[in-house]
């Protein structure tokens, strides 16, 4: 088609058509809009999700979460007689195992066993915690004592330092942990204890045993039974391997017939209490494996397994919060005390008075029995009372009764 041809009056009819159908088309799409219901204006969900709309769901609300109890923590006080052990006075008290364990640390160390005897009294204070009113479990010994039947007695405190490192101390601030292990390794038996005329098996000589002999399965670790020095290890003859480690200037320790040392070991080496120093063996003289343990106190062999070594005491920096506080707890020891003394004084006095009522009762009684008795022949005793006075009476007048003794 030639649109060239088209008259100026063709085109714009054609023109006046089109614009007229675009209008027409507009109209009707607003009419229609204008039409529907508001709330398909308004929500673009399915038929589905309008209808949930209009009626929802109700959803019950989370249960409230629980109350949660107070915890408070209170001061209880336990006593109890030692017949037998510590252990069993400690059950006999209601204490718990974990309790008894701390009571050993503290009194079952060897010198102080020594100053518990059948008779003396424990006394023990300790935590209690409560949830809500109800006792939920016991905590830690605070102070506990060991009194004797001469009233001396053997305290402890517990003292918690700024590191929150506890431990239990007497008064004077001596704690209950020794200075050294008792022994630097974990021994089945003693084959050979201290002794200054032994009969050597491997010589077959008499001569001084300064030390003890530790059997021990072969390679069992050696420890340093404290901080100290290296002053040498090397091998040493009939000793075999030897380790001397010199602890402050008191103590010294050598330890033979080590399979090996340790693989950090040499002279001037610091070591610290507890640190593996050298394995268990038979290097030396020896008739199996052991542990040759020689201590030296200022220069002198001692005996090791019956030293007495001192106890770590508190640092002065912590001093004065330590006797604040062990003041603090025997107060509440000696209140308890106190306490317990009053109401057993009270008991006595009630079982005395009870007991002398019963006494006068059965006394009065007696009396009444023994008057009763007698109560028939009365008037014939007071009848001869009374003529022998007369009697009596008249010899006085007649001057023939000089002296005389009126039996009433």
Same mark, same amino acid.
């Given at each position: 088609?030639d ?22 088309h507009?109209? !009707?799409?607003?009419?229609e809009?204008?039409? +529907? /219901?508001?709330?398909q204006?308004?929500? $673009?969900?399915? !038929? ?12 019950a609300? /989370? /249960? /409230? ?8 923590k ?12 510590? =252990?069993? $006075?400690?059950?006999?008290? @209601? *204490?718990?195992?974990?309790m008894?364990?701390?009571?050993? $640390?503290?009194?079952? #160390? ?5 100053e518990?005897?059948? @008779?003396?009294?424990?006394? &023990? ?9 109800? !006792?939920?479990?016991? @905590? ?21 330092t #700024? ?9 004077? =601030? ?16 003693i ?10 098996? &491997? ?6 045993h ?11 670790p ?20 030897? &380790? ?11 330890y $033979?017939h ?15 209490? =507890? ?12 008739? @199996? ?9 200022? =220069?002198?062999?001692?005996?090791? *397994? ?21 003041n ?5 020891? +000696? ?7 009053a #109401? ?9 008075k009870?007991v ?7 006394? +009065? ?28 009476? !008249? ?9 005389h003794?009126?039996?009433?």
């Open positions: 088609m649109f060239t041809k088209w008259t100026p009056k063709l085109r714009y009819i054609i023109l006046t058509l089109f614009i007229g159908t675009i209008i027409g507009l109209v !009707k799409n607003h009419i809009s204008s039409t +529907k /219901p508001a709330f204006q308004t929500l $673009a969900l399915p !038929k589905e999700s309008a209808t949930i709309q209009q009626k929802p769901i109700a959803v609300a /989370p /249960p /409230p979460a629980p109350t949660q109890l107070p915890v408070t209170t001061i209880e006080f336990k006593t109890s007689i030692i017949h037998h052990s510590l =252990g069993q $006075a400690a059950h006999d008290a @209601g *204490l718990t195992a974990d008894t364990r701390q009571l050993d $640390a503290m009194f079952a #160390s060897q010198y102080r066993s020594r518990i005897h059948p @008779g003396d009294r424990l006394e &023990v204070l300790y935590h209690e915690y409560f949830v809500g009113d109800q !006792k939920d479990h016991p @905590g830690h010994i605070v102070a506990a004592k060991i009194i004797d039947s001469h009233h001396k007695d053997l305290s402890m405190v517990r003292f918690t #700024s590191n929150n490192q506890s431990n239990y101390y007497t008064p004077s =601030g001596e704690s209950t942990k020794p200075s050294y292990l008792t022994t630097p390794v974990h021994y089945n038996r084959a050979s204890g201290f002794s200054y005329s032994r009969f050597d098996p &491997v010589i077959h000589k008499v001569h001084p300064l030390g003890v002999d530790l059997d021990a399965p072969t390679g069992t050696v420890k340093a039974i404290g901080d100290g020095i290296v002053l040498f290890c090397h091998q040493m003859h009939g000793y075999g391997n030897v &380790v001397m480690i010199q602890y402050n200037n008191t103590y010294k320790t050598l $033979a080590l399979e090996k040392f340790a693989g950090h070991m040499h002279p001037h080496e610091h070591v610290t209490k =507890g640190e593996v120093v050298g394995y268990v063996g038979t290097t030396g003289w020896t008739t @199996g494996p052991h542990l040759h343990y020689s201590l030296y106190k200022n =220069g002198k062999a001692v005996n090791p *397994l019956t030293i007495h070594f001192p106890n770590t005491s508190l640092p002065e920096r912590y001093r004065q919060a330590f006797f604040y506080k062990e603090h707890r025997l107060s509440e020891m +000696k209140l308890f005390e106190d306490a317990m003394l #109401s057993n004084e009270n008991n006595t006095n009630t079982v005395k009870a002398t009522t019963k006494t006068v009762t059965h006394a +009065k009684s007696k009396h009444y029995v023994t008057h009763h008795h007698y109560a028939k022949n009365r008037k014939k005793h007071y009848v001869i009372r009374h003529h022998r006075k007369k009697h009596l009476a !008249k010899l006085k007048r007649h001057h023939i009764v000089h002296h003794k009126e039996y009433a």
